[in-house]
């Protein structure tokens, strides 16, 4: 069993940076891809980033590629999202997860509850 715990979120104004973390238990981590997602109130949870587990492969969504960065230390369990320019459209509530390579939600088989982003104007 794979434990997250996110951590980071806040309120910040547009154009302003948040770094996330996100703090997993076991031995397994190394094994596992980590990716973030988001959701809205009212929206679909959606992709954001995904890691591979050396850190040697990302993928991004376009809508924050250039703004973010993700990256993991495993040897602190330890995955996490550098967010700049941020805009008000990137408020959500965002989740680790970890599990397969993937791009949806569908890939991951452990998921945090989640750290609240809000980014005002």
């Known amino acids: 069993q794979v434990q997250l715990v996110e951590s980071g979120g806040g309120l910040v104004q547009a154009g302003g940076s948040l770094r996330l973390s996100c703090e997993a238990s076991g031995r397994t981590f190394r094994n596992y891809a980590m990716g973030w997602f988001r959701q809205a109130p009212g929206k679909e949870r959606e992709f954001v980033v995904v890691i591979n587990w050396s850190g040697s492969r990302t993928n991004y969504a376009d809508s924050v590629k250039g703004r973010f960065t993700i990256s993991r230390d495993n040897a602190k369990n330890t995955a996490y999202l550098q967010m700049n320019s941020l805009k008000p459209e990137d408020t959500a509530v965002y989740y680790c997860?970890?599990?397969?390579?993937?791009?949806?939600?569908?890939?991951?088989?452990?998921w945090g509850q989640g750290t609240q982003v809000t980014v005002s104007s």
């Open positions: 997860a970890a599990g397969a390579w993937g791009l949806d939600v569908n890939s991951y088989n452990y």
